[in-house]
């Protein structure tokens, strides 16, 4: 007798336990720990309850689907900017080198035009120095000659190479401490021509190459 009340509570006990670890599994199943909707079927179906099917419980692929489009959106439209800025960049760089090469065009522009300066300026000083040289020598070949013939030969000269010669040789004459010629050069020259030789030589004309 004591034996099979013994029997008994062991078979109400496995019940219990079965009953608990059958509610524990809807209940995980309920909150989503573990998936027994197709063991629970069947009771589901005889409570009235429908049963997710396996094509329901695939409803978040769409959304992760979802998810990846946005992220290649994402990433597109990243891109997208940094192309943009990428293009910018160069276009300021290109830019950028365009106005520097028109500096450096300026600059050479100016560098050629100075050199051009330079060799006018020092082309025009050896002239300079050569007709000096020329005028400081005739001025010592007329001193060293006769009065008429130093003037027979003035007068065959413009009157500025005239008056160039004139003032070299009273250059010369007051650096050797001697008597210039030009008075005695322009008492022996024709009235008309020595008057306007003095007249431009009182004048200060700029001397003529």
Do not use: C
């Amino acid at each position: 007798m004591a034996r099979s009340k013994g029997i008994g509570k062991t078979i109400v006990l496995l019940f219990l336990i079965i009953i608990m670890l059958l509610g524990g599994l809807m209940w995980f199943d309920y909150l989503g720990i573990i998936q027994a909707k197709k063991f629970f079927a069947p009771l589901y179906k005889l409570l009235g309850y429908s049963v997710q099917t396996s094509s329901s419980a695939t409803a978040s692929d769409p959304i992760e689907a979802n998810l990846d489009d946005d992220r290649l959106k994402k990433r597109l439209e990243a891109l997208e900017i940094l192309k943009q800025e990428l293009d910018k960049r160069e276009a300021d760089i290109a830019k950028s080198e365009k106005s520097n090469e028109s500096i450096a065009k300026e600059l050479e522009e100016r560098q050629k035009s100075q050199d051009e300066r330079e060799k006018t300026f020092n082309n025009e000083l050896k002239m300079y120095d050569d007709r000096n040289r020329n005028i400081e020598t005739i001025s010592a070949y007329l001193t060293s000659m006769p009065p008429k013939t130093a003037v027979e030969q003035l007068l065959g000269m413009h009157d500025q190479d005239i008056i160039d010669i004139f003032r070299k040789t009273d250059e010369l004459a007051v650096e050797s401490k001697t008597v210039s010629l030009t008075s005695v050069w322009l008492m022996n020259m024709p009235a008309e021509r020595a008057a306007v030789i003095q007249r431009k030589m009182a004048n200060k004309p700029e001397t003529l190459n």
